[in-house]
């Protein structure tokens, strides 16, 4: 079996595929990952200092926030990506393990991915690295094209890793949790207010649809790992999966998690949905450029100009070509065309120079925008010095391969031509690379789930119930955890369990009053469902850490210091003389499904648990037990 699996992922390695799927995969998932940093970057103070505002972290962490966002930037664009994925990972490794308390799933595959991004050829389509490439080993005589195709197998990597085996992890939980075998595993969140933060209790209501999705939810993740590599089945899983992660977007305050995972799916679109996809149906094009193709300048202009031309407007024609043949050029001397840029629009209108320019842009569609602003006073005059300036001294000496000494590099050869040793070849050395590494992936994941609840309740039932073994097996377990989770982004999964709503019958706010004011401060609104500060990490923290389903007033109290101080800090109120009270909503314990649970607790009555201070930047709490209330 063990040899089918290895000849499978050789038949993977070597099928070259489009790479335009993996490239919407790469923007996606890094506009996601951007959106995500950049909440952490206005939440920084609540997340990494010491008192938010006040105390603040001995790291640069804002300073370090902003260059992790410009390296996303550029791997958005797939620029540099070979030294911005090694940066991003050394951040994504230094900040989520900064974040404590405020981890949470998503940071996980967040690591994951940066670790796999590594070695993965994210940049062989729509990417400026691309551009740099054909610039690299192009010349006037020869036009380079980078391959286009990626491995097979490149597809699969990150859904296997991100998905499968993490569906694997969370199914040995579920399989062992009352209320999801119970079918009420998206009933039950979704019914919670401070869970929730819409109310949809019209879907709510139909039992029959909240116990299918339930279900229809155990099912897929039980079957995704030995389902997602057949072909035939990923459009199934590709619809059930993104519909269940954009339910996950509507009903729960953690969209980034949702549309991070829906972009993981973008890899299961079937690759020949992008090769039909055609942004110039009627092939019209709407600016001819004329261009000297003896001047490698030139050449190289047209490389980059075509690049970026995604819609195909632009239709390059050298002078030595079409001399003589375009009436609407017939007034201009050959030399005139070989010094000095010209195109000629549908209309037969003629512009030259630094005016041609602005019409690629302005025809190019998407970049019009740009097109404008090189009509700016201050940006036109700069951009017509330039050109003139470039112009000048081509007219003097006509830029050519000899003339510019330009000597045309050696293309790369592929892997498999490309000898290391006798023996082995470059292809051959990779191959053996990505293997070793879902190996070691898949066997410390195996490690890590030794811990499930499932796992767990095997062995307390068997044998290795009270032995040494068990007990050695569990530290060994616990141990590899707490180094690739970090690392690697390898971890348990247990989301949305038994443990974390049993008994779980109180909703705390804390309310600020000033005089006759009364405002609930933005973890929890009024209606006792979570307000603008908790969203994926903050809404995690608060909800089952600062809260939780057996309060524990340690940290309850650390929380609300925290979130009081920062929500201060944004009002710029000094921590001093500011006095707050502490709500608590009783709602009931779920007992099976029940019409209407969501409103039926929205409406329940908030009682005052206490009230905690700030005086002179020292905090005081005054709480009653909230398990008793």
Not at 82 to 87: P, Y
Not at 355 to 367: H, I, N, Q
Not at 579 to 585: G, H, L, Q, T, Y
């Amino acid at each position: 079996m063990l040899s089918k699996i290895s000849s499978k992922i050789s038949s993977l390695y070597d099928k070259q595929i489009d790479a335009r799927g993996f490239a919407i995969f790469r923007i996606v998932y890094f506009i996601n990952l951007f959106l995500e940093l950049l909440r952490v970057y206005n939440f920084r103070h609540l997340i990494f200092d010491k008192v938010p505002f006040v105390d603040e972290n001995e790291i640069a962490v804002g300073l370090g926030l902003i260059l992790w966002l410009a390296i996303i930037v550029m791997l958005c664009f797939g620029m540099f990506t070979r030294i911005n994925t090694i940066l991003n990972y050394v951040l994504s490794v230094v900040f989520f393990g900064m974040s404590g308390y405020f981890a949470y799933h998503m940071y996980y595959v967040y690591t994951t991915m940066a670790f796999l991004f590594i070695f993965l050829p994210i940049s062989r389509a729509i990417s400026i690295d691309r551009l740099f490439e054909k610039l690299k080993y192009s010349s006037s005589r020869y036009r380079y094209e980078p391959p286009n195709t990626v491995s097979a197998f490149f597809y699969l990597l990150p859904l296997f890793i991100c998905n499968a085996l993490i569906y694997s992890d969370s199914i040995l939980y579920k399989f062992v949790s009352t209320y999801w075998m119970s079918g009420l595993g998206m009933w039950l969140p979704s019914s919670l207010p401070m869970i929730t933060h819409v109310d949809t209790s019209v879907f709510l209501n139909l039992k029959w649809l909240m116990k299918f999705i339930g279900y229809l939810t155990v099912a897929f993740e039980f079957i995704y790992l030995f389902l997602f590599w057949n072909k035939k089945w990923r459009v199934p899983l590709l619809i059930i999966g993104v519909g269940l992660h954009l339910g996950i977007l509507l009903e729960f305050p953690i969209p980034y998690f949702a549309i991070g995972v829906v972009g993981l799916y973008i890899l299961m679109v079937p690759v020949s949905f992008w090769k039909s996809i055609e942004l110039n149906r009627k092939n019209k094009k709407t600016l001819f450029f004329y261009y000297d193709a003896e001047c490698p300048l030139c050449n190289r202009t047209v490389i980059v100009l075509s690049h970026f031309d995604i819609f195909k407007r632009l239709e390059f024609v050298s002078v030595q070509s079409s001399f003589g043949k375009v009436a609407a050029l017939k007034s201009f001397s050959e030399a005139d065309l070989l010094n000095d840029i010209h195109s000629v629009d549908n209309a037969g209108n003629v512009r030259k120079g630094y005016e041609t320019y602005r019409s690629a842009f302005s025809s190019m569609v998407y970049l019009w925008p740009l097109s404008l602003l090189l009509y700016l006073p201050g940006i036109s005059h700069l951009g017509k010095a330039v050109y003139r300036y470039i112009a000048v001294n081509r007219t003097n000496e006509r830029c050519t391969d000899e003339t510019c000494g330009y000597e045309p590099p050696i293309i790369p050869k592929q892997d498999s031509d490309v000898k290391l040793l006798h023996n082995l070849t470059k292809r051959e050395l990779k191959l053996f690379f990505f293997k070793s590494l879902l190996v070691l992936l898949v066997l410390v994941q195996f490690t890590i789930s030794l811990n499930s609840l499932l796992f767990k309740k095997i062995r307390e039932k068997s044998f290795l119930k009270e032995t040494i073994l068990n007990k050695e097996l569990t530290a060994f377990s616990f141990f590899v955890r707490d180094v690739a989770r970090p690392t690697l982004g390898l971890a348990n999964h247990p989301v949305f369990m038994d443990f974390h709503f049993k008994h779980y019958n109180h909703i705390v706010a804390v309310v600020y009053r000033d005089g006759d004011k009364v405002e609930f401060l933005p973890m929890i609104n009024e209606n006792g469902q979570p307000g603008s500060y908790l969203e994926d990490a903050t809404f995690v923290n608060w909800t089952f850490k600062v809260v939780s389903a057996q309060v524990e007033a340690s940290k309850l109290s650390e929380g609300i210091s925290r979130y009081t101080a920062f929500w201060a800090g944004q009002r710029g109120l000094q921590l001093n003389n500011l006095k707050f009270e502490i709500m608590v909503k009783r709602i009931d314990d779920y007992k099976d499904w029940e019409e209407n649970f969501l409103r039926n607790q929205i409406k329940k009555p908030w009682q005052v648990a206490g009230q905690a201070y700030w005086v002179n930047g020292e905090f005081k709490v005054d709480l009653k037990d909230i398990e008793k209330m």
